[in-house]
């Protein structure tokens, strides 16, 4: 049984997919969600903290066949800190989903939606686990597709999520294109997909032009899917207008396994001595990071709807994770790894508890949240620590990410880029003060609709809030992980 | 009692004070009461942590590697712990007049978050590494907000934003890129006498990394990062206590002290001629704010450039990078903590007592309010710099720090700063006393404000006499 848990926490969202389509039933189908979802996460746990204790590289061969044969699934120390994030969030998120989902989605479709919900985390959590580059393709298309599809599910209450998630979907497509075509250069050139394999045999062709090629293609899809500054244009609206559980979500993890790919690809494929790779993507990757810091940081702050306005967020916080891996070091990599661990959860808590208002009033606007301070303060408190995270306050998550991150970029002496990171670091606070100021000190206005709050909206907001403020205070095992994480793929010191 | 337990006691007691507010919050007498009598028991800790000989480090969490929350009692920390926890119950008493006396709301969440704010202040002072010092420095900002928005009218809540705006920009900008980079340069944040810095950078950069922290100290609020001071004049007056004498604008100048030597090593600074630069920017930061003070009519903004002028002094002291000019400047925090809580006290009285804000309106009113205006030119001779009052002392050793490190012209600065302090403030004190009345007040009779506020500016005006004679216990020895 131990032996299999790598393969197991893929296999139980993806077979339980049809099985929550089959049940009908919506209250079924979302405590069969929540059963293989916590499942999950109770294996990737498992995983991390045996990947921890031994520092070994679990290797599961798939049918029993070894690489570079059959495909294998990897446990290594960076898929097993990136795995519970993914099945942690995705757990949370299932526990809130039920009334998001009850307030946002016609009945009829409840069960469906369970099921794609599920398929789209058995895809991410197949890209993170995989060791074969073209089953990581084959993840990428399965959670993309339902995740394409579970935006589309916003239009009875939105009809905007209809041309969101096709605009999703072409760029989608677009990226998974431009992925699989490096692919299939990668396979011209060496006959093999598993990553170790590639690797090995890319060293022998690494300075053809069809290797720089295929790394230029690859690298590109996987900015689109990860929403790199300038193609970030299908996040915005396919976060806001998505039914609000997708939304914490996606917002959570979905970006979050293509900076993983990429990481995965870029470094444990090409690898750091590429030719041209630390010159020309690096430097590529750190203008494309701050600026995307900017230009996120700026659309956040003119935003008025909630949900774009931290969507907007995203492209900032997604270019400081460019950033760290743009810095191409040890140090670099792990704060891209704190970072994406940190973001996921304090999104996670945005979104959540903006769901939580936005289930109720169906839009959450400035004006839907003014003076909400005094009705719903503990929602209305998970956006405050969760935005304050977002600047980087110390006792925050944030601000361990920033730490690492400015640390990275100092050690290579990147003085003013890291100048320039605290500029768009410190601009987060006109956009989250905006946001407090209406909430807590002005009046609600007279008419406006009464919010309400109970258990179900903001305790899934609050285990990732308790988790922001945990990982800030306590940050050493995170940091020990990354740092782990990150030596999968560069060496050196600490 | 250990001094661990000291500075444990000092960082939870304003905690416990602050929960015990929300507790009580539906009985003010018994509120009020338990916060003054925390601070009584805190002021106590404060004086028996400042007897004591420097003590060992107190080491709390760590939240990673080489990234410790920990505390270390050095001379520096414990006097700026002693001024903050001695005042803390004087305020509070005053706060509780005020507050009623001038009739505000949500009294509850004020004295909850004045007590936070005093926590973050010991926090600061005590703390044993930048991480540290950083990390309660901002919650000493963000648990202050809410006090200067307090009245939450449309320009307190513009000022809030000038406040909150200036002194997180400046701290997320350039002091934690300052702290970082020594983090990245020298591998520790630790505080060390003499210094962390010497030999792991290049002489040339010292003067950038100090501006990281000059500039990046907003709460210093030296010139031209002072403009929340001013700003943050439309909160209560016992907040304008806490933010020029007590808590936030201390934080800021003991931050810069701090760090010049404990960081920089004041030493290094003297031999690199790193710090030249900051002598003459405070220079200019003390007389511009004195220039700009004599033009404010308003008594509180007065107060407050003249605060702006008085900080420059704290950071003259770190820049001139000598032993009696830190020693000075150390000295200055409590000679000006006190003087300063006293001008701000009797601003506060003489709102409370007779709605005046204006000096122009204040001709004659000594003689309606006695103690109040005694207790005023106490306050202002001491800020001048007069004999036998606190801050003589700390403006003699400036000048003898400026002799020892060849700056004549800081002489000449010193100085003027002193006959400008004498016009402003000198005005407020003839007007009151012998001017022809003008406050329209019907009667002559004396009419002081509540015992409650008049009796803790009595007391602060005489901490700066006291001081004066007690300065033994106050010169610092930081060698070099």
């Known amino acids: 049984m131990m032996q299999h848990l790598p393969i197991l926490q893929v296999l139980l969202p993806l077979l339980g997919a049809p099985l929550a389509a089959l049940l009908r039933h919506r209250d079924m189908a979302w405590g069969l969600a929540l059963l293989l979802t916590g499942a999950a996460f109770l294996i990737s746990i498992i995983l991390f903290s045996q990947q921890q204790m031994t520092g070994e590289t679990l290797v599961y061969d798939l049918g029993g066949w070894p690489a570079p044969i059959g495909i294998v699934y990897v446990i290594d120390a960076a898929s097993a800190l990136v795995l519970p994030v993914i099945s942690g969030i995705a757990f949370v998120a299932t526990i809130a989903a039920r009334r998001l989902v009850e307030a946002e989605i016609d009945a009829r479709d409840h069960a469906l939606f369970y099921a794609a919900w599920l398929l789209t985390i058995a895809g991410m959590l197949g890209q993170v686990t995989t060791g074969d580059a073209f089953n990581i393709f084959v993840f990428l298309e399965i959670s993309s597709l339902s995740a394409y599809a579970l935006v589309a599910m916003g239009a009875g209450r939105d009809r905007r999520a209809l041309p ?23 396979y011209m050139l060496t006959g093999t997909l598993n990553l170790v394999d590639l690797s090995d045999r890319l060293a022998d062709v690494q300075s053809t032009r069809a290797a720089f090629t295929a790394l230029a293609f690859i690298a590109l899809g996987l900015f689109l899917k990860m929403a790199l500054f300038p193609l970030h244009f299908w996040l915005v609206p396919a976060y806001a207008h998505a039914p609000s559980a997708v939304s914490a979500l996606m917002a959570a993890t979905a970006t979050k396994v293509s900076v993983y790919v990429l990481i995965r690809l870029v470094f444990g494929v090409f690898g750091i001595d590429f030719p041209g790779l630390a010159d020309a993507v690096g430097l590529l990757v750190l203008t494309l990071g701050i600026a995307g810091a900017f230009v996120g940081t700026l659309a956040a702050i003119l935003e008025t709807d909630l949900k774009k306005l931290f969507a907007q967020s995203s492209i900032a916080q997604l270019g400081y994770m460019a ?3 743009g810095a191409m070091s040890a140090t670099g990599l792990a704060a891209a790894f704190i970072h994406l661990f940190n973001h996921a959860l304090m999104k996670g808590a945005l979104f959540l508890a903006i769901g939580a208002i936005a ?6 606007g400035m004006g839907t949240i003014q003076g909400a301070g005094r009705q719903i303060p503990l929602t209305m408190t998970a956006i405050l620590v969760g935005g304050l995270a977002l600047i980087g306050v110390p006792l925050t998550a944030g601000f361990i990410s920033k730490l690492y991150l400015v ?28 946001i407090i100021e209406t909430a807590w000190l002005k009046e609600r206005p007279k008419g406006a609709p009464v919010l309400v709050e109970t258990p179900v909206h903001y305790v899934p907001a609050w285990l990732m809030v308790i988790a922001t403020i945990g990982f800030g205070i306590f940050a050493s095992p995170l940091v020990d992980a990354a740092y782990a994480a990150a030596h999968v793929f560069i060496g050196g010191a600490r | 009692m250990a001094a661990d337990t000291l500075i444990l006691a000092l960082l939870g007691l304003p905690l416990l004070a602050s929960a015990l507010v929300l507790v009580l919050r539906d009985k003010p007498n018994l509120r009020d009461g338990q916060a003054l009598l925390i601070g009584l028991i805190t002021a106590a800790c404060a004086i028996e942590l400042y007897g004591r000989p420097a003590g060992d480090t107190l080491f709390i969490l760590s939240l990673a590697d080489g990234l410790d929350i920990s505390f270390t009692p050095e001379p520096l920390g414990k006097l700026f712990a002693l001024v903050a926890g001695v005042l803390w119950p004087v305020a509070t008493l005053y706060t509780v007049g005020y507050m009623r006396g001038a009739g505000e709301q949500n009294h509850t969440r004020f004295m909850f978050f004045y007590a936070i704010a005093i926590h973050a202040a010991m926090g600061i002072a005590l703390s044993g590494n930048l991480l540290t010092l950083f990390v309660f420095y901002e919650i000493l900002t963000f648990s202050t907000y809410p006090l200067v928005t307090h009245k939450g009218t ?8 000038i406040y909150l705006g200036i002194l997180v920009a400046s701290s997320v900008i350039l002091l934690l890129f300052g702290v970082i980079g020594i983090w990245v340069l020298t591998g520790t944040l630790d505080f060390a006498a003499g210094g962390i810095l010497a030999g792991h950078i290049d002489p040339f950069y010292v003067p950038l990394l100090l501006a990281l922290f000059a500039f990046g100290i907003g709460k210093a609020a030296l010139m031209p990062l002072h403009r929340w001071l001013p700003a943050a004049m439309v909160a209560p007056t016992p907040v304008s206590a806490l933010l020029h004498a007590v808590a936030v604008v201390k934080a800021g100048v003991f931050t810069v002290l701090k760090v010049a030597v404990y960081v920089f090593g004041i030493d290094f600074l003297r031999e690199t001629g790193s710090s030249d630069w900051l002598v003459w920017l405070a220079s200019f930061s003390i007389l511009a704010a004195s220039i700009v003070a004599m033009s404010k009519t308003n008594l509180k903004a007065r107060l407050a450039y003249s605060t702006i002028s008085q900080l420059g002094y704290i950071v003259l002291g770190a820049a001139l990078a000598t032993s009696l000019a830190a020693s000075g400047a150390a000295l200055h925090i409590a000679a000006h903590a006190a003087g300063k809580i006293t001008l701000f006290f009797c601003a506060g009285a003489i709102y409370v007592a007779h709605h005046l804000t204006d000096i122009k309106q204040m001709n004659g009113l000594g003689r309606v309010m006695p103690v109040t205006f005694t207790a005023f030119a106490l306050g202002a001779l001491s800020i001048i710099g007069v004999p036998p009052l606190a801050g003589a002392w700390s403006k003699i050793m400036l000048m003898g720090g400026a002799l020892d490190n060849g700056h004549l012209l800081v002489l000449a600065v010193l100085m003027i700063s002193s006959l400008l302090n004498l016009v402003y403030l000198g005005e407020i004190v003839l007007r009151g006393f012998f001017a022809k009345p003008s406050h329209g007040l019907k009667s002559e009779a004396v009419q002081e404000a509540p015992l409650t506020m008049v009796l803790p500016l009595c007391l602060t005006a005489l901490m700066s006499l006291a001081l004066f004679f007690a300065i033994d216990m106050f010169i610092l020895d930081f060698g070099g």
Not at chain 1, 359 to 364: D, E, F, K, L, N
Not at chain 1, 408 to 433: G, N, P, R
Request: hydrophobic share 60%.
């Open chain 1, 164 to 186: 969101a998630a096709f605009n999703y979907l072409i760029l989608g497509t677009v990226g998974a294109t431009f992925y699989v075509i490096g692919l299939g250069l990668l």
């Open chain 1, 323 to 325: 950033i760290g891996i």
């Open chain 1, 359 to 364: 289930a109720q009033v169906g839009r959450a």
């Open chain 1, 407 to 434: 640390r990275a970029l100092l050690e290579q002496d990147f003085w003013l880029l890291a100048a320039l990171t605290f500029i768009s670091s410190a601009l987060a606070l006109a956009y989250v003060w905006k």
């Open chain 2, 154 to 161: 449309p320009e307190a809540m513009r000022a809030g934003r």
